[in-house]
């Protein structure tokens, strides 16, 4: 007995002898020092083992030494968070969700808190200074006098994320760079990895998403570690841990870790569909799945999510679309109902909200044009709340999805019109862009407006690269201006050559466009000062393939052998079907007749083209840019051109497709 008591003061006299040694080597908790220690975990780490050993964190920052940074980062350096590469402001869509389901899910209490870990109340509990502090490092000293319980650690690491979050890029970096150096921050990634096998799922899953919106690498221990964990235990995960633990893994890159979780997760979902019941967590596991999922599996989610349809708030709808583009599955049924509610309360979507849901329309190739008239009639009736780059920013958008709002560009042209002055050359470049591949200019103001545009990019001519010259050369174009002095310079040799060969990556498109701007100099007869003309630049090789319902119906009101079909010209225009008639336009001619020269003047060519919907503006049989430059050059070729949009005729009656075309191809 007297021997045990012995021992028993003698290993009490060699850990106080430990903690006093290691105490005076000094803190350890510059990243520099971390680097250093690569993937080691100091000795002191396996002597302080237990959970009461961390009352006072920072009085041992010695003493818990861990590598949570990834390989790759030096010293000092501050990782970048998903999203950073965003101006201020704006916050990632993801982003969104997850703040949304943490403010949701993640409440700071004392819930579920071990009977052994509660501390004495003095004047507050550990949780309502928690949500009084209001910066990281407040957050860190608050931490480090408490006893850091599983569940601390976890709604610590939460709030730490909560209060950086809706910063600016500076401030945020700067509060990183105090966070990473900070010795508390540290002791709470050592208390993650020593206690994520015991850890609630939930405060694993919330411990996890934490790390990594601070900016902690994918690749270091305490990730690697959790994504373990998650793994061993990911059957036991209810709707709310595995909702969270799909936020993190939507964001993280390709590893064994991480593709085998989204792997178990997938498959844990499509068991576990018909029990879920929050919206926002079926959104998470719908962008968990991904792309890559079975098809069957994202119908399945689809199904499920059309039978919570009730539920559905402005919020859920808003994410459905970028949940859908997540996916790459379209779904009609789901983006349609959510378009009502968005077109019903578009004034309570703010300017990102608009622009994610715009853009994932545009991936999911999916048009509709209520919800688009609303979005533009909402911009329109609230013009002078955005600012330039803002409106550009929708137009840009618009016509990528093949939508010409007349109100809004009739405004903004105005606007340019009023201040041309305060546009910069990508806006110019922009605007250029998204009225030329539409087709729009004002109709009263036609010359105007295009003379504003003319003169803000010739302030520029000194200074602009060949590419973008050629952009905007080729905007105009399109329009049919013809501004003198940027065709000049574009004329120039040392500038046509770089255009050609100096960036091989831009080599096609820049060849195309140049093939295009070759044919209006030749066809539109641009007054141009310099002699200097393009070289012939071979036209686009595309593959084109005619309407068969069309050809069928020429043969049947035609005959055999009146008209040729797949016509290519020279300049590279493709015609579906070439029709010789005479003068008038009344009676066919023959293809013998036509082939006599002499007797040119006497005929007229009908070039009868069959354009997709996509070379119309969406609702309308407004030809857009291409197009229209084309009937313009065909028109100038002596052509009496016949447009007969695709999916118009598609949608007519077999009976009433003859008369239809004999209307257009025929006067009177």
């Given at each position: 007995?007297?021997?045990n ?8 006299l ?9 105490g005076?080597?000094?803190?350890r ?9 690569g993937?080691?975990?100091?000795a ?5 083992h237990?959970?009461s050993?961390f ?9 818990t030494?861990?590598?949570?940074y990834g ?10 968070t998903?999203g ?8 990632r869509?993801?982003?969104a969700v997850?703040?949304a389901m943490?403010?949701s899910?993640?409440?700071?209490s004392?819930e579920?808190e071990?009977?052994y870990?509660?501390?004495a ?6 949780y ?6 209001q ?23 939460s ?6 979050k ?13 966070i ?14 020593q206690?994520s096998?015991?850890?609630?799922n939930?405060d ?6 934490a790390?990594?919106k ?9 990730v690697?570690t ?5 793994q ?22 390709s590893?064994m870790n991480?593709d ?11 068991i ?11 959104q998470s ?12 599996l994202?119908?399945?989610?689809e199904?499920?999510?059309?039978s919570?349809?009730?539920q559905?708030?402005l919020t859920n709808?808003?994410?459905m679309?970028?949940?859908l583009?997540a ?6 049924p789901?983006?349609?109902i959510?378009s009502?509610?968005?077109s ?5 979507i703010?300017f990102?909200r608009?622009?994610?849901l715009l ?15 609303s979005?533009?009639?909402?911009l ?6 955005w600012?330039?780059?803002?409106v ?5 958008l618009?016509e990528?999805?093949?939508f010409?709002?007349v109100?809004l ?8 019109m ?11 470049l922009?605007i250029?862009k998204?009225?030329?591949?539409l087709n729009?200019?004002p109709?009263n ?9 003319t ?8 200074k602009i690269?060949?590419?973008e ?6 905007s ?13 310079k574009?004329?120039?040799?040392e500038?046509?050559?770089?255009i050609l060969?100096?960036d ?29 003309t ?15 319902g ?5 043969q ?7 008209f040729?079909?797949?016509?290519l010209?020279?300049n590279?225009y493709f015609?579906d079907?070439l029709?010789t008639?005479?003068k008038?336009r009344?009676n066919?001619c023959s ?16 070039a009868v083209?069959?354009p997709?919907a996509?070379?119309?503006c969406l609702?309308t ?7 229209a ?6 028109e ?5 051109t016949v447009?007969?949009?695709?999916h118009e005729?598609?949608?007519l009656?077999e ?5 239809f075309?004999?209307k257009?191809?025929?006067a009177?």
């Amino acid at each position: 007995m007297q021997c045990n008591q012995l021992l028993r003061q003698a290993l009490l006299l060699y850990s106080s002898s430990c903690r006093r040694y290691f105490g005076s080597r000094g803190p350890r908790n510059s990243i520099a020092q971390l680097k250093q220690l690569g993937l080691r975990v100091s000795a002191s780490h396996n002597l302080h083992h237990k959970d009461s050993s961390f009352g006072c964190c920072a009085a041992r920052a010695g003493t818990t030494s861990v590598r949570f940074y990834g390989q790759d980062e030096r010293p000092g350096q501050v990782p970048k968070t998903e999203g950073e590469d965003q101006s201020s402001g704006h916050p990632r869509e993801s982003e969104a969700v997850n703040a949304a389901m943490t403010s949701s899910l993640h409440t700071l209490s004392e819930e579920h808190e071990p009977p052994y870990a509660k501390p004495a109340r003095q004047e507050a509990s550990f949780y309502e200074l928690l949500r009084a502090c209001q910066s990281p490092s407040d957050i860190l000293d608050m931490a480090g006098k408490y006893t850091l319980t599983r569940r601390r650690v976890s709604n610590s690491l939460s709030r730490i994320w909560d209060t950086i979050k809706k910063m600016s890029d500076d401030q945020r970096c700067y509060e990183k760079r105090l966070i990473y150096e900070h010795p508390v921050f540290e002791h709470l990634c050592q208390k993650v990895m020593q206690d994520s096998q015991k850890m609630r799922n939930d405060d694993l899953a919330y411990s996890l998403l934490a790390l990594l919106k601070l900016g902690v690498s994918q690749q270091s221990r305490v990730v690697q570690t959790l994504l373990r964990v998650a793994q061993e235990h990911l059957n036991s995960f209810d709707e709310k841990a595995l909702s969270i633990l799909a936020n993190c893994l939507e964001e993280m890159e390709s590893s064994m870790n991480v593709d085998a979780l989204k792997s178990g997760v997938r498959l844990l979902v499509e068991i576990r569909i018909p029990e879920i019941k929050n919206v926002f967590a079926l959104q998470s596991m719908m962008r968990c799945v991904g792309k890559d999922a079975p098809f069957s599996l994202k119908r399945k989610l689809e199904e499920k999510a059309l039978s919570t349809m009730h539920q559905f708030s402005l919020t859920n709808s808003q994410h459905m679309f970028t949940t859908l583009a997540a996916m790459k599955f379209t779904s009609k049924p789901l983006l349609d109902i959510c378009s009502q509610k968005i077109s019903e309360n578009m004034h309570r979507i703010p300017f990102w909200r608009l622009v994610y849901l715009l853009k994932s329309c545009r991936d999911l190739r999916y048009h509709n044009y209520t919800l688009f008239s609303s979005t533009g009639d909402y911009l329109a009736s609230t013009f002078d709340m955005w600012n330039t780059k803002q409106v550009v920013t929708f137009l840009l958008l618009f016509e990528e999805l093949g939508f010409c709002h007349v109100s809004l560009m009739d405004t903004f042209a105005q606007k340019v019109m009023d201040d041309s002055d305060s546009l910069t050359l990508k806006d110019v470049l922009n605007i250029l862009k998204a009225y030329s591949l539409l087709n729009y200019v004002p109709q009263n103001h036609r010359q105007k407006f295009l003379e504003s545009l003319t003169n803000v990019l010739e302030t520029y001519l000194h200074k602009i690269i060949p590419g973008e010259l050629l952009r905007a050369v080729f905007s105009f174009c399109l329009l049919g201006h013809f501004p003198q002095a940027s065709l000049d310079k574009l004329l120039q040799k040392e500038v046509f050559d770089e255009i050609l060969y100096q960036d091989p990556r831009f080599s096609g498109l820049n060849e195309h466009m140049l093939h295009y701007v070759n044919l209006c100099i030749q066809l539109d007869c641009p007054p141009i000062s310099t002699t200097t003309t393009i070289s012939p630049v071979r036209p686009p090789s595309l593959t084109f393939n005619v309407n068969s319902g069309l050809h069928g119906t020429l043969q049947s009101i035609l005959g055999r052998g009146a008209f040729q079909q797949a016509v290519l010209l020279d300049n590279g225009y493709f015609i579906d079907f070439l029709i010789t008639l005479d003068k008038d336009r009344k009676n066919i001619c023959s293809l013998t007749q036509e082939n006599d020269t002499t007797a040119h003047e006497d005929y007229q060519r009908v070039a009868v083209l069959c354009p997709s919907a996509s070379s119309f503006c969406l609702g309308t049989t407004q030809p857009r840019g291409k197009l229209a430059m084309k009937m313009r050059h065909l028109e100038a070729l002596d052509y009496y051109t016949v447009l007969v949009p695709e999916h118009e005729f598609a949608e007519l009656p077999e009976e009433e497709k003859g008369e239809f075309m004999k209307k257009r191809i025929f006067a009177n």
